[in-house]
């Protein structure tokens, strides 16, 4: 069974970082595309980021191209999501995924967590 954990979520002002990170069980970064996305209250759950099993491809929602980059450390099991210029529109909670195919489609991915909280104050 695939477990999956976000920590980092905050309050933060436009303009602040954050760095929400997601832990797995098991060997789950290795097997599987490790994806991020982020739903606001009455909003649709949407594409943020997603790396891929081998670490070398990488996508990002327009959103946040430039200002978001994601990654994995293997031996700790861990994806990281380095949220950079932060802007009230970025308020949502955002949930660690994992999937075969690694796309923007929510229904490409089989496991996710429960969510973090990231609220940008302006």
């Known amino acids: 069974q695939v477990l999956l954990g976000e920590l980092g979520g905050g309050l933060v002002q436009a303009g602040a970082s954050l760095s929400p990170s997601c832990a797995a069980s098991?060997?789950?970064?290795?097997?599987?595309?490790m994806g991020w996305f982020c739903q606001a209250p009455g909003k649709e759950r949407e594409f943020v980021a997603v790396?891929?099993?081998?670490?070398?491809?990488?996508d990002f929602a327009d959103s946040v191209k430039g200002r978001f980059t994601i990654s994995k450390d293997s031996a700790k099991n861990t994806v990281y999501l380095e949220m950079n210029s932060l802007k009230p529109e970025d308020t949502a909670v955002y949930y660690c995924?994992?999937?075969?195919?690694?796309?923007?489609?929510?229904?490409?991915?089989?496991?996710w967590g429960h969510g973090t909280q990231v609220t940008v104050s302006s």
């Open positions: 098991g060997r789950t970064v290795s097997r599987y595309a």
């Open positions: 790396i891929h099993r081998s670490g070398d491809t990488t």
């Open positions: 995924a994992a999937g075969i195919y690694g796309d923007r489609s929510v229904i490409s991915y089989e496991y």
